[in-house]
């Protein structure tokens, strides 16, 4: 069935980390750094306004990722539509390990229940975005906010909302180079010392509780064995930023992929290390300061009542990300 033309939304969708060192492939982050994208159905054809980062490398068709994201939802929910309409300003970096793709399918999925009328799916959403991503750490972040644990449960991805620290704040070191996902992961090996994978273990379980309240354990919670040092020739300067950060004292971590570096820690403890300049290897790399944010959601509209979902303030939709 083909929706009428003139619905609008507009979603708001958040940047997230994943991994933070020792939760590979399954921790993820929302950051409080947000996109805004507005979809309308229209009588025929694709309309596509992008602007910001990377809005020369993106398709201006049917196979931008928001759209086929859309598509791919309605589909799902025995709908389509004639044409669609799409505005965006992305501030997410492409290719920086800070999740815009995440943000892009999370942000269409959100976006076609809304169009299509529907009440909000978190697991709906997190089962779709994953088998788009190939993986859920940051499509469950996106969608869910907070800090989140994603792991493949019997029916298939699950997601365990995790307590933060109400002090807990991150920043961003993002460096003005793109790494592709697949490259950084072509990096690692196939297998990895029991020991390593025991460590890793350990400290895994020890950064829910680290995150959780016990601020003072970030760095330690922060080690990991399995792929950062396997991807440091991909990403020198970010590895060096991380090695210099955490010689300091700080909990750094490469942000999902790379090459993007995230410190985790309170804020007073981060005020003062940005007072102090940080480290020299910062220099050339943008830095941003923030808290951790909540998961995408459909923007209020007239008749519209928020409403909780997954854990989040929403509207016609639940927390998530965009491109």
């Known amino acids: 069935m083909s929706l009428p033309t003139g619905r609008q939304v507009v979603v708001e969708v958040p940047a997230t980390s994943a991994n933070l060192g020792p939760g590979f492939d399954c921790f993820g982050l929302a950051l409080d750094w947000c996109e805004r994208v507005t979809l309308r159905t229209e009588a025929s054809g694709f309309h596509i306004a992008v602007s910001g980062e990377g809005a020369d490398q993106v398709p201006r068709d049917e196979t931008h990722l928001i759209v086929r994201s859309v598509l791919l939802g309605l589909a799902d929910l025995g709908e389509s539509v004639t044409g669609l309409g799409l505005e965006c300003h992305n501030t997410i970096p492409h290719g920086r390990g800070l999740g815009s793709s995440a943000a892009a399918i999370v942000a269409g999925l959100l976006a076609a229940r809304a169009l299509a009328g529907r009440e909000p799916d978190p697991a709906w959403t997190l089962r779709h975005a994953t088998s788009i991503e190939g993986h859920p750490d940051n499509v469950a972040a996106a969608t869910y906010g907070g ?76 080690r990991d064995w399995l792929h950062q040092e396997y991807r440091r020739p991909a990403m020198p300067r970010s590895a060096e930023l991380m090695t210099q950060l955490r010689a300091a004292g700080l909990a750094a971590v490469i942000s999902g992929a790379g090459p ?64």
Do not use: M
């Open 147 to 222: 800090f989140v644990l994603a792991y493949d449960g019997r029916g298939g991805v699950a997601v365990v909302e995790c307590r933060v620290a109400p002090d807990l704040e991150v920043a961003a070191f993002t460096p003005p180079q793109a790494l592709a996902t697949k490259a950084a992961r072509a990096l690692l090996p196939n297998r990895v010392p029991h020991v390593d994978a025991a460590a890793n273990a350990a400290r895994a379980a020890l950064l829910v509780e680290a995150i959780a309240g016990r601020t003072d354990l970030l760095w330690e919670s922060t």
């Open 260 to 323: 993007t570096v995230l410190v985790l820690g309170d804020a007073a403890t981060l005020a003062e290390a940005e007072a102090k300049g940080w480290v020299p290897a910062a220099k050339g790399f943008a830095v941003r300061r923030g808290g951790v944010g909540s998961g995408a959601r459909v923007l209020p509209s007239a008749g519209n009542r928020p409403r909780r979902v997954g854990g989040a303030e929403q509207t016609t939709g639940h927390r998530g990300s965009t491109r």
